[in-house]
């Protein structure tokens, strides 16, 4: 299958070697792909350019979201939270409808500083903004409550764990669970939250992680500052 990936960070990077080594068809999305590759300088994480990650695997793609989306029969969207709508308007509805769309992002909002809050929330969830958005994809929250390495490795935590589908489409969360289940996740640890209004409380499980890792001393925010 080829799939487009939004995002050219962490969680990005991840699922796009992830799927390429399933021997899916793969491309990354950004916003420029000319300024992508140019950048020469590590990230405040310290991961390495986008270019320097790219020459490692060579077959994953670079190309603009709306190339990108054009491109992909399913979308994975891992970018920030905050600029998912602008990416995923970047690439256009008509490359979206009829498409399974798997939102992996946070709407993380920083702007109080440390940790983050979230916005929207309660009553809303950026789940459900991109479905109202594009109301002709197929959109299937998932992967948004972990590490990105345990989104492709979910062996890499001992004992049973889960992970959480949201979505209004039956097929859609059928084929992304079966996507899920390549990536090595069991079967019975993937849980159908239900329609995409559920996809609230997956997002809302965020707020707690980050507290967590903020009392048990972990300062690295890196499991999930996606990039564009």
Do not use: C
Not at 74 to 95: F, I, P, R, W
Not at 135 to 158: D, F, G, I
Not at 209 to 227: E, K, P, S, V
Request: hydrophobic share 45%; no cysteine.
């Amino acid at each position: 299958m080829r799939y487009a990936v939004l995002g050219t960070g962490a969680v990005g990077r991840n699922i796009a070697a992830k799927l390429a080594s399933l021997g899916h068809e793969v491309v990354v999305g950004t916003r420029d792909p000319k300024a992508t590759l140019a950048r020469t300088e590590s990230d405040q994480f310290g991961n390495p350019p986008f270019a320097v990650w790219q020459q490692e695997h060579p077959r994953v793609g670079l190309e603009t979201f709306a190339d990108a989306g054009a491109f992909g029969e399913s979308v994975v969207n891992t970018t920030a939270g905050t600029a998912s709508l602008a990416a995923l308007d970047a690439v256009g509805a008509e490359n979206l409808n009829g498409k399974v769309l798997i939102d992996i992002a946070n709407p993380l909002d920083f702007s109080q500083g440390m940790p983050p809050s979230l916005d929207p929330v309660n009553t809303d969830s950026l789940g459900e903004q991109i479905q109202r958005a594009f109301p002709q994809a197929h959109v299937v929250k998932t992967l948004n409550t972990m590490n990105t390495k345990v989104m492709v490795e979910p062996s890499r935590v001992a004992g049973e764990h889960n992970v959480f589908l949201s979505g209004d489409d039956e097929a859609a969360k059928k084929a992304v669970a079966a996507l899920l289940i390549s990536f090595g996740w069991p079967q019975q640890s993937i849980l159908d939250l239900g329609d995409i209004t559920s996809a609230r409380g997956a997002e809302m499980m965020l707020p707690i992680w980050m507290r967590l890792m903020g009392a048990l001393g972990h300062t690295d925010y890196n499991f999930h500052i996606q990039g564009a």
